[in-house]
């Protein structure tokens, strides 16, 4: 199942300079996990050692937050479109 992840302006260095990225997977853990294959530096970025989003990564599958669904077992169905959005400190 291909799946476009999108990544704000901050991420996009950390993927290459991409604004978006295709990958595989059917629930959000192995999107993530096929994002982090081929671009490592975001999984130092977004998770926690054990492999748990950081508490201030929201992702959304559809415009749907994760968090009041399955979280990382969300399913993703094909041609979904999958948004990383870290909090960012502001003034």
Avoid: C
Wanted: hydrophobic share 35%.
């Amino acid at each position: 199942m291909s799946v476009k992840v999108k990544l704000p302006t901050q991420l996009r260095a950390a993927a290459g300079g991409n604004s978006s990225v295709q990958v595989q997977g059917t629930t959000v853990r192995e999107v993530l996990e096929n994002v982090y294959a081929e671009h490592p530096e975001l999984k130092d970025r977004l998770s926690d050692e054990d492999g748990t989003l950081r508490r201030f990564v929201n992702v959304y599958v559809g415009g749907d937050d994760i968090r009041f669904g399955e979280g990382l077992d969300t399913t993703v169905a094909d041609g979904a479109e999958v948004q990383v959005l870290p909090a960012v400190a502001g003034g």
